[in-house]
């Protein structure tokens, strides 16, 4: 049986967040001091700057730990639910429920060690400790899988152990396309409308001289657009949430941007092309598990 995590919210919800911080910890609670990995220290809820009509909703846990406290370093634990509960009209009763459970995988059985060299990107063997989450969302009786698979960023242990920690983002994707970011947004927004409301899930299919930006969602409809392109390399099917690539493009300003790819499941960059120099803007984008045809 799992353990249940809560994160408590009253008022709203939309979007929810799990990440591992620093925080104020609960060492003086001899339950949860048994049971770090489940130490709920904070539960913040805040309108997103960039998108007025958003919540964002961040959950910390694991608290007071330093690169020092290994080889064991902070992880969330797979025999738990960290569940962010939602009360939308003040009953005191929870009307959504955003629950998230973890996997490890343990690349060498031989070691326990959480890396076992340098390691310079997310795909490195070095790095030996991994974790990945499935997210759902619990409302009126119904559990709905709302991504799968997704991978948590890897903690920085250490300069030894994370020489640049930047170069855990992917610098060299083979599958490189430009397009006009007013055009990326406008095909984005209109096939959106008819994407799954929890996944907001899109899936774009790279090939030769186009890309294609596709959306088929049962009782509701499907709708494809196309962009050309210049590539000319090998077809490429990848799901994204479209609103996580709206809120990226909107944070830059140049008339192109740039996508940058590898497979299905690994992490894409979009970057904006020809802009300011002094300032370098990068975001990773995380796909979403497309389902099976």
């Known amino acids: 049986m799992k353990k249940k995590v ?17 925080a104020s910890s609960h060492r003086e609670a001899p339950m949860i001091a ?3 990995f489940v ?10 700057p960039s998108d007025s009509n958003k919540l964002v909703m961040v959950a910390d846990y694991v608290p007071l730990l330093l690169p020092q406290s290994g080889p064991n370093f902070y992880k969330f634990a797979e025999d738990a639910y960290y569940d962010i509960n939602i009360d939308n009209d003040g009953d005191a009763k929870t009307d959504i429920t955003y629950r998230y459970e973890f996997d490890n995988d343990l690349k060498n059985g031989n070691t326990f060690l959480y890396n076992v060299g340098p390691v310079d990107s ?29 991978p948590v960023a890897p903690w920085n242990v250490g300069k ?15 599958k490189q396309i430009d397009l006009k970011r007013e055009d990326l947004i406008s095909v984005l927004r209109r096939v959106a409308v008819l994407a799954d409301n929890v996944t907001r899930q899109v899936k774009m299919t790279l090939k030769p001289e186009r890309v294609e930006f596709s959306v088929s969602t049962a009782d509701v409809g499907e709708a494809k657009e196309e962009l050309g392109v210049e590539y000319r390399g ?3 099917e ?15 300003t140049t008339d192109m941007v740039r996508m940058s790819l590898n497979t299905p499941t ?5 970057t904006p092309v020809d802009g300011d120099k002094d300032e370098e803007l990068v975001c990773l984008v995380m796909p979403l598990r497309l389902a099976e045809a």
């Open 160 to 174: 030894r152990s994370f020489p640049n920690y930047e170069q855990v983002i992917p610098k060299n994707n083979p």
């Open 6 to 22: 809560f994160g408590y919210i009253a008022g709203a919800s939309l979007i929810a967040g799990a990440i591992t911080a620093t």
């Open 34 to 36: 048994e049971d770090q």
């Open 234 to 236: 090998e077809q490429l």
């Open 122 to 150: 997310i795909t490195s063997p070095n790095l030996n400790v991994t974790q990945s989450y499935t997210l759902w969302k619990i409302a009126n009786g119904k559990k709905t899988k709302v991504m799968e698979k997704v």
């Open 39 to 48: 130490d709920n220290t904070d539960v913040y809820a805040f309108i997103s």
């Open 238 to 252: 990848i799901g994204y949430n479209a609103n996580y690539l709206l809120e990226a493009l909107r944070t830059m």
């Open 266 to 270: 690994s992490p894409g960059v979009l």
